[in-house]
């Protein structure tokens, strides 16, 4: 069976590991490297997808944890699937659920045929095993779907990385021969290995021999310092093939969207724009922006003055300062669209460097003026 | 001075006291009768202004009481006004802010001067006059403003109604020298007068004395019984100038709709709409629809069947449930859509029915669908 998804690699930049490419799905063709926003709960948090798709987002992520907590994947199916619930038409990547059983359920047990957990939301004990995910994922219907996999935690003793690492692999297994739409969906696997070079070596190596049609770099982000990251992956990326996309999970702070791409990411996703964005915080060419601060009261202008999305168009710093004040949902969804729409953004304008060659001077533009590593 | 509004009635109803017109506002030309959504805050609640002109909004009212307060005019006077403040290029009408001070605020007294209260934000001691509140829409600048009144509790006792009626215009007087702006804004008079059917014509009579551009009746829907509320603008109504517009304020149920038309009313508002959909209730033609309900959990049809709104195209009853329960506010962005939209198009087809003089019988096709008074 051929896998609906295909990666072509277009231009590798000359002085770092980035590179241009796209990644053929069934519901789009998207250019990378992408920056994908979250909609956990099958809306990205405020927009319409009407917005998501003026703001040029390509592919957006939903979390399987959620859905099949509430509303049930039974439910999404019968709608025609995810998108179709949804109105998305683009692409979607749902994740394996294995993740949120760690950092959102109040009680887990690990055994090897899965996880027990308790529902955040009733509190009912569920279990998640591989063939359990793949089988909601495979309900849900997005372009891309994940393995089932176990995410240590940071710091982790070596040898408890080192059996979760093996159980991901038997589990990429598993989740691979219960993927019961192999011609609409792709299944990516996901490299674990905690801050364990050699066994994000060996993670990769053991995924690469079961042959996804794409690979995700789990684990990180999980509180180790950025340099760790940074260089875990860049030591873990060499070890993908080249003719594969290749995703770093829940990692998308500006500073990181640079960091990944030069070490030969080409997907992103993460919460964060739309999170801080309900906090009253926003990005800017200059730097981040709490706009609800009592500064902005009196300040009309843009909230990015070199910004033309839809929110920097139409309205001013003062007057979404008052909508956040007021506990208005209208000002959340500005600053989330702005949010959004930058990142998406700046993907676009790293897309546009890595063509001309010109990445490393546009990453050191960029840091000058947005004032990170000052 | 010219007033900047302007009346032009179009046509009479032959069976009823409907009117068909037009009113001439310097941000808008607007085809009555008309529903005016509420946008308290200087933002109608989760609704973007392209969304409101989608609906086809033509005039939202927003709230004096709530805008003095935060952000405060001097905000929005500095954005050049509340037009560009919330980037609304449509008609905006504001309140006295009276009403609000006796709903919404814990302390007040009330003396010839105007009204001491606590703020309910921070709890501050405030005072608005008829000078203060005509003050405060001056600086927003909508292009109707409305005169400073008391609106009595009902029920009341007839001295207290009378004393009030009374001040209520002598602050009519107090709120027209007050006007600052009277080649920008047009003043409209509040006919107060409880259920009082003397007192209401004796307040109508008053104010026309002082020729306002236009008259709202106040002190309506404040708890009495439907009937009466419709006996009591039945019998003001024809007090009222036929030549200019009549507002009838906070009322804005479908039915309502109907009865006040019938009476010979303008101009509607009401809260309604967007107060319901946040807790998932729909006007559907065939009556109201709480959508929360779990019985909605797999139903893939749109809230109504003969909607073609934003929402009815593209978004199923399953899929907005689904948001409500998870707390997205998107869910509460749908049904608050569809809500607007529903009264905004049901005064169209008033307006229609008017015109091909068939008011009567379409209410009655409007009632045996939506199941009232059944």
Redesign the interface.
């Known amino acids: 069976m051929a896998s609906p998804i295909r990666y072509e690699l277009l231009k590798t930049c000359s002085h770092t590991g980035a590179r241009r490419g796209r990644v053929y799905t069934p519901h789009a063709v998207i250019e990378t490297p992408v920056f994908m926003p979250v909609g956990t709960?099958?809306?990205v948090?405020?927009?319409?997808?009407e917005e998501l798709m003026d703001i040029g987002a390509q592919i957006v992520l939903s979390n399987t944890y959620?859905l099949h907590l509430?509303?049930g994947e039974d439910?999404v199916k019968?709608?025609g699937g995810l998108h179709r619930?949804?109105?998305w038409s683009r692409g979607i990547l749902t994740d394996s659920g294995g993740f949120q059983v760690f950092s959102l359920s109040s009680m887990r047990k690990i055994s090897e045929e899965g996880v027990e957990f308790r529902s955040h939301i009733s509190g009912e004990k569920k279990f998640l095993s591989p063939e359990g995910s793949v089988g909601v994922q495979n309900a849900l219907g997005a372009d891309i779907i994940m393995a089932f996999d176990e995410c240590p935690p940071y710091p982790a003793e070596r040898q408890y990385v080192l059996d979760s690492l093996e159980r991901t692999t038997r589990w990429a297994r598993r989740s691979k021969a219960a993927h019961a739409r192999p011609d609409d969906q792709g299944l990516f696997g996901i490299v674990q290995g905690g801050m364990e070079p050699d066994l994000r070596r060996r993670a990769a190596e053991e995924l690469v021999e079961l042959d996804f049609p794409g690979y995700a770099v789990g684990g990180l982000s999980v509180g180790e310092p950025k340099p760790l990251m940074y260089d875990i992956l860049a030591y873990t990326t060499p070890f993908l093939p080249r003719d594969k996309p290749r995703y770093l999970m829940g990692v998308g702070a500006p500073d990181d969207l640079f960091e990944g791409v030069i070490r030969g990411v080409d997907m992103f996703d993460c919460v964060l724009p739309t999170r801080i964005a309900r906090n009253g915080t926003v990005f800017t060419s200059k730097g981040k922006l709490v706009v609800r601060n009592a500064q902005y009261?009196?300040d009309?202008r843009p909230l990015d003055e070199s910004c033309d999305c839809y929110t920097c168009r139409?309205?001013?710093r003062?007057?979404i300062?008052?909508?956040l004040?007021?506990e208005?949902?209208?000002?959340?969804?500005l600053t989330s669209y702005h949010n959004v729409a930058f990142l998406v953004r700046l993907m676009g304008r790293i897309r546009e460097a890595i063509e001309k060659d010109s990445l490393l001077s546009f990453k050191a533009d960029f840091y000058r003026e947005f004032g990170y590593l000052d």
Chains 1, 2 share one sequence.
Not at 328 to 333: L, P, S, Y
Request: no cysteine.
């Open positions: 709960q099958a809306t948090k405020t927009l319409s997808p959620h509430r509303p439910i019968g709608a619930f949804m109105n009261a009196r009309y139409n309205y001013s003062a007057y300062r008052h909508l004040k007021a208005e949902t209208f000002g959340i969804r």
